[in-house]
């Protein structure tokens, strides 16, 4: 009889799994052409979370050195050599363990993982969150985690790869978009201050597809008469700059990212993170760059997808990990969202972004603006809709508590948060 026909309590103890709460997963929308079970023998890699060994109850007011988070609510040295000896043992290789971030980064075949982690996988043809259709490994259910790590584990992200979020970019004809302002003429109308040109500052840009081009971005600046700024291209699992494939979608907001940026701050450091559009590669990029040394002044996301397409170790591990860019002193912005306040979603119910929701992210909104830039002066400033789905995100979280800071809004009072959350945010408020 082998270990995994025996009885669980017969079975040793490596061998003994239990759930991992909030690990469920839904099917992936518009799955067509399944494909089968995926080659057992194919190597893929996977995230671990580890819990904290103290709870950050609040951000701390003065920011923390890696070390000191590390220290202080990172992963115990106890549970980190726990998990390590565990997922050696059973047969996976430990290519990174970070105590700060808590993270372990699992590889293995896809039959060692998926035995491991109790579940099946799938490789099938889906709908992704811009509406492509995109081949990828898909598991549904919840997970399961070696009972001795019970507790100690509190994600497991990567099995499935389905495309986790969209780029948050719409473009119009230009003959349809009226006034339109350069960077520096917004920095002018929004009272960006004088003289603050980024020198001596990193800023980091998240970006889950696309690429760059060196000629592009010298013929924009160009045009503006500003200096070209120093970027930095970092590949975060495997992803790189990939400039060309999507010049209509992911290109346009990797550009749109950097051109904002560099125009505003042009003397700092720009240093744009290119990660995997997975769960994982979104978490891994959230780290790589608030943990960078130094770290850097914001962290720019213009990727999100609704809430409920998010499972909920991963969105509590971004929340988590936020939190912790916050408290290295990091400020993370995040686009509400392009789809108005359902979100893409087709159930007829309001729906926020996330990450934009989470209570430890600036959450960026857009308007109509109409402004006279040589003064700065604005007439007028809307919010940006042009129809249910064309227009700026917003609403209110279904899943984080209302902050401190929004416990006056009054359209708190009308919304309904679901039993388990205890309340909402507005991610626009």
């Not at 991992?20 to 893929?44: C, K, T, Y």
């Not at 920095?187 to 800023?203: E, L, R």
């Not at 609704?306 to 936020?322: I, L, V």
Request: hydrophobic share 40%; charged share 20%; proline share 8%.
């Amino acid at each position: 009889m082998s270990n995994q026909d025996m009885p669980e309590e017969a079975q040793p103890v490596e061998m003994r799994r239990v759930p991992l709460p909030g690990s469920e997963r839904a099917p992936a929308p518009g799955v067509r052409d399944v494909l089968g079970p995926v080659d057992p023998s194919r190597p893929i890699e996977v995230t671990v979370i580890l819990r904290r060994q103290e709870e950050m109850a609040e951000v701390p007011s003065a920011a923390l050195s890696r070390d000191e988070l590390a220290s202080r609510y990172g992963a115990s040295a106890a549970d980190l050599e726990l998990a390590v000896r565990t997922f050696a043992g059973l047969g996976l290789d430990v290519v990174e363990s970070d105590a700060a971030s808590r993270r372990i980064r699992l590889a293995g075949s896809v039959g060692q993982l998926s035995s491991v982690f109790g579940t099946s996988l799938d490789e099938l043809t889906s709908h992704s969150p811009d509406g492509a259709a995109v081949t990828h490994r898909h598991r549904t259910g919840g997970l399961q985690i070696p009972a001795v790590l019970d507790g100690v584990v509190v994600a497991v992200l990567g099995l499935d790869d389905r495309p986790q979020a969209r780029a948050q970019f719409r473009a119009i004809p230009l003959a349809s978009a009226g006034t339109s302002y350069t960077p520096p003429q917004l920095g002018k109308i929004y009272n960006f201050p004088d003289g603050t040109d980024g020198a001596g500052q990193s800023i980091a840009i998240l970006e889950l597809g696309g690429g760059f081009g060196q000629q592009d971005l010298d013929a924009y600046f160009q045009g503006l008469g500003l200096p070209t700024p120093a970027i930095t291209a970092v590949g975060v699992d495997g992803a790189a700059n990939q400039p060309g494939q999507d010049p209509a979608g992911a290109d346009g907001e990797v550009l749109l990212d950097i051109e904002v940026v560099g125009a505003l701050a042009p003397k700092a450091n720009i240093v744009v993170y290119f990660a995997p559009n997975t769960d994982a590669g979104f978490l891994d990029a959230i780290v790589a760059a608030s943990h960078a040394s130094p770290p850097p002044a914001a962290i720019s996301i213009s990727w999100g997808q609704s809430e409920d397409a998010w499972t909920a170790q991963a969105r509590t591990a971004f929340d988590q990990a936020m939190a912790d860019a916050a408290a290295l002193g990091v400020t993370v912005t995040a686009a509400a969202g392009d789809n108005g306040s359902a979100d893409g979603v087709t159930d007829s119910k309001d729906h926020a972004d996330f990450p934009a929701s989470s209570p430890h992210v600036l959450a960026c909104g857009g308007t109509r603006l109409q402004a006279d830039p040589a003064t700065g002066m604005i007439s007028a400033e809307t919010v940006w809709n042009d129809g249910p789905n064309s227009a700026t995100g917003g609403g209110y979280s279904d899943v984080f508590p209302v902050p401190s800071w929004q416990t006056g809004v009054t359209g708190h009072a009308s919304h309904k948060p679901a039993p388990r959350t205890g309340g909402t945010r507005c991610a626009r408020c």
